[in-house]
């Protein structure tokens, strides 16, 4: 067969993806294929030749940037050794150097790396080790059989990171097939309670957590928060001292703490991960999207030995979890490499830096436009809030689609971006430089004028 002759052309590959691809939270009758060929440092380029700045790391995922030379031979190294072995009872040197990595990594106390797929997983997996741990431990609390989790959380799309999750639009057709857990109010730093000021919100939702904490705690095996930043949820950010206060309240009423890092890990927020900045150790941590770099499908839940002792002995104490590629090692050599990159080109100073400079370019830019109702940024992670008042925050219709026209107007600008909802997201790979910045947030204030 002539290779050649069966290749589509550009117009048939765009009819095959809207008819055989079936996207992601993506509504296909609506869908209009954008269809990306190649992708070189922080640009992605479509099969049409266009160049787009990949302003949310392709979904929040991608580090230091697509195609980097070290990434790409490590994972061919690896390709040249071994494509796959199982973790079920065997191992490859690149998944356990992976996991010695990790215990360096992360915060005090997390050594033992249970590899899964992709970030819901991760949440599920934690999420059953907490509760088996709690019934087999020494001492053993079986009557701790749920969760304490946010309002408007979001853990992933599998049915018990959807039963921790709290994003209405996307998990309340599943309502029926969900398990039941505890919400706790979710601090939202622009829209605080009636009466509530900045600096009296840690304490109040502290406060409120403590209350429920203090009447439920004896049927609560863990407590599952995104540190920082709730992300889907339209980047909400936590004030100050509130994930710290939530380590301290999680441990005077004996409940795990469960750190879904999958979106903030990874240098984001400025730190490795977002824990460091209230010196909080979790006892579970949840870790995906930029694990690898965002290149290779990869997550992990890092366990204490306080957990990971419990489950040692008898066959029946045994983690009865699986799944069939994880831990694979063509990803973990991409994982091993993008940390050696956070050290070799000093990752995390760069988002210090850009950090500052993307605050800056927001303010001066975009912050007087009328549609503008917050900047909230922490790192390398700015949500733009779109609203119709800016007195009253009142939030625009979301039938109205005005934050993903901003986005499609950004296009014609050279910037690739995907909102939630009213809020738009900048979410750049760590290596994003200046000038690219400039240009993305120019593209978003061409956007609003468009609109
Ligand atoms: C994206 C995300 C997940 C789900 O990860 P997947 O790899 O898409 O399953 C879980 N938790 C948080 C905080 C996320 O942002």
């Known amino acids: 067969?002539?290779?050649?002759?069966?290749?589509?052309?550009?117009?048939?590959?765009?009819?095959?993806?809207?008819?055989?691809?079936?996207?992601?939270?993506?509504?296909?009758?609506?869908?209009?294929?954008?269809?990306?060929?190649s992708a070189r440092g922080c640009v992605l380029t479509d099969i049409h030749g266009n160049e787009l700045i990949d302003a949310v790391s392709s979904v929040w995922c991608n580090v230091h940037g697509h195609a980097h030379p070290l990434i790409n031979a490590a994972i061919s190294e690896q390709l040249n050794q071994v494509a796959h072995v199982t973790s079920l009872g065997m191992s490859n040197p690149t998944s356990i150097r992976l996991a010695q990595r990790l215990a360096e990594v992360t915060p005090e106390g997390l050594e033992h790396t249970f590899f899964s797929g992709d970030g819901a997983s991760s949440v599920e997996v934690a999420l059953k080790m907490a509760f088996q741990y709690w019934h087999q431990r020494k001492d053993p609390k079986p009557a701790k059989n749920t969760y304490i989790a946010l309002g408007s959380a979001y853990h992933g799309d599998t049915l018990g990171s959807v039963s921790v999750g709290g994003v209405a639009r996307f998990h309340e057709m599943f309502e029926p097939l969900l398990f039941n857990v505890i919400r706790v109010e979710n601090p939202n730093t622009y829209r605080l309670p009636d009466g509530i000021s900045q600096e009296q919100a840690t304490p109040y939702y502290l406060a409120k957590l403590e209350e429920t904490l203090k009447q439920h705690h004896e049927q609560v095996a863990a407590m599952v928060i995104e540190p920082l930043i709730q992300g889907a949820a339209g980047l909400i950010m936590q004030p100050e001292g509130y994930l710290r206060g939530v380590r301290e309240l999680t441990q005077k009423y004996d409940v795990l703490l469960i750190a879904d890092e999958v979106a903030v890990g990874f240098g984001r927020t400025g730190t490795m991960f977002a824990c460091e900045q209230e010196s909080v150790s979790p006892d579970i941590m949840c870790l995906a999207k930029g694990i690898t770099g965002g290149y290779l499908a990869m997550s992990a839940t890092i366990a204490t030995t306080e957990i990971w002792q419990e489950f040692l002995g008898d066959p029946v104490k045994t983690f009865y979890h699986g799944h069939t590629y994880a831990g694979n090692p063509l990803a973990a050599a991409a994982a091993l490499a993008s940390l050696d990159l956070f050290e070799l080109e000093q990752t995390l100073a760069n988002v210090r830096q850009r950090e500052a400079e993307l605050k800056q370019l927001l303010t001066s830019r975009l912050s007087d436009h009328p549609l503008v109702g917050d900047i909230r940024q922490r790192g390398l992670v700015a949500g733009i809030e779109l609203v119709s008042n800016k007195q009253t925050r009142q939030p625009l219709d979301p039938a109205l689609g005005i934050g993903g026209k901003v986005c499609l107007a950004a296009r014609e600008k050279g910037v690739w971006l995907r909102p939630l909802r009213d809020t738009l997201v900048i979410m750049p790979p760590l290596s994003i430089n200046q000038q690219q910045?400039?240009?993305?947030?120019?593209?978003?204030?061409?956007?609003?004028d468009q609109v």
């Open 437 to 448: 910045l400039t240009q993305i947030v120019e593209a978003i204030a061409y956007g609003l």
């Open 1 to 37: 067969m002539d290779s050649e002759s069966s290749q589509p052309d550009i117009g048939q590959l765009a009819e095959w993806d809207r008819h055989y691809v079936w996207h992601a939270f993506t509504q296909m009758q609506d869908y209009d294929p954008l269809v990306i060929q």
